[in-house]
């Protein structure tokens, strides 16, 4: 049997644990897996483009166990009421194939992007890193500010969105959190200025320059996780330029990152040689640090592993019958001749 997995089953898991410890655990799931880098199978994802928006598939597998997330991002989604990121995944067992987990993977993805940025953010961030901006104030935007808040001990949000209800928004769902302060913001300027870090988070279809060079601090770390499609960025390439840039897989972020901008041989540090101690996050305080986050299918993985291990500990969930299971392997057919045939409601009414 699968087990399932909706979306009111992780609410409720993520209730029960509390969102700020799932995003702790989250991460040290993601960070597990990152420390074993070389067992992962590894690729760009594969991505259907449209006019409004992509939809992507992200494999991976580590030899035993093998995952996928569906994902699409379609910027305009909102205009008819629909979310701009929701996706799906399912974990399954590499020696037979046979899916173990059907699980929903919207939440799911807020909490593990959130956790990821925070994860990254603390070899990058300066360790007196007390205030973040974030533009962008969408359906991602609780999660981050609370993984900084948790993991970085951020104390000073400045929110800014081109859109206001979205910031009154955002603010309204921190005000659980008193000890986290949460200020409006009139521009990008305002929320970026004197800004330790900074979280670009918006969806537009464009080559958006959400941050400029003058924008930029000396110290500053920019988690930028908005720009993550072809013809999709958020920060101006001289931003890039001058600063150190991290990145989750280099094949997959050349094609979708910030960086995409640059050309193909321009330096990046790839995140599992910072978990593995290879190489140092940050080098100094003066230096601009930028997070290209793209999501990786590691990260999924780590995601599917977390929600079973939570669904199992907390006995929630469903298994469903989503692969047959005959009586003679070889006879298939057999299940057509043991299911009474579904009678049409009109002649149900008749009879
Ligand atoms: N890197 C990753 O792993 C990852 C994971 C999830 C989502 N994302 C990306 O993050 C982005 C945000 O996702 P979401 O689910 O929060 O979307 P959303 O549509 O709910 O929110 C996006 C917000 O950005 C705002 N915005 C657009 N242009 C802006 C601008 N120029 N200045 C300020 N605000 C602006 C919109 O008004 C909106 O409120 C998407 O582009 C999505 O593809 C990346």
């Excluded at 089953?9 to 897996?33: N, P, Q, S, W």
């Excluded at 988690?223 to 001058?242: F, M, Q, S, W, Y």
């Excluded at 910072?274 to 793209?294: H, L, M, P, Y």
Aim: net charge negative; glycine share 6%; charged share 25%.
């Amino acid at each position: 049997m699968t087990l399932f997995i909706d979306v009111d089953h992780v609410a409720r898991l993520f209730a029960t644990v509390g969102i700020r410890r799932a995003i702790r655990e989250m991460a040290d799931y993601i960070e597990a897996d990152y420390s074993r880098w070389a067992q992962f199978d590894k690729s760009p994802r594969t991505a259907n483009h449209s006019a409004k928006g992509v939809i992507e598939l992200m494999p991976t597998d580590d030899g035993q166990r093998y995952s996928f997330k569906y994902v699409n991002g379609h910027p305009d989604n909102g205009q008819s009421n629909l979310l701009t990121v929701m996706a799906f995944g399912v974990l399954a067992d590499v020696h037979s194939g046979y899916p173990t987990l059907l699980s929903e993977l919207t939440l799911t993805t807020a909490v593990r992007t959130a956790a990821t940025s925070a994860l990254v953010a603390k070899s990058l961030a300066r360790p007196d890193a007390r205030i973040m901006a974030i533009i962008g104030n969408g359906a991602q935007s609780e999660f981050q500010a609370l993984a900084f808040h948790e993991m970085l001990s951020i104390k000073e949000l400045r929110i800014f969105d081109i859109d206001r209800d979205a910031s009154l928004k955002l603010k309204r769902n921190l005000a659980a959190f008193p000890d986290l302060e949460v200020i409006l913001a009139g521009s990008a300027q305002e929320a970026v200025k004197g800004a330790d870090i900074v979280t670009t988070v918006t969806a537009d279809k464009a080559y958006a320059t959400i941050l400029t060079p003058e924008m930029i601090e000396p110290g500053m770390h920019i988690n930028a996780v908005g720009g993550d499609c072809p013809g999709k960025t958020e920060l101006h390439a001289e931003i890039l330029r001058n600063a150190r840039v991290i990145v989750e897989f280099e094949p997959q972020t050349r094609i979708e990152g910030d960086i995409q901008q640059l050309e193909a041989d321009f330096p990046v540090v790839e995140f599992f040689r910072i978990v593995q101690g290879e190489i140092k996050g940050r080098e100094n305080d003066a230096q601009v640090t930028v997070f290209d986050s793209v999501g990786f299918a590691l990260e999924d993985f780590s995601s599917l592993r977390y929600v079973l291990d939570l669904a199992q500990e907390h006995a929630i969930g469903e298994h469903i019958h989503l692969v047959p299971r005959p009586a003679n392997i070889k006879d298939l057919y057999q299940i057509l001749d043991q299911q009474p045939a579904i009678v049409p409601s009109r002649l149900r009414t008749v009879s």
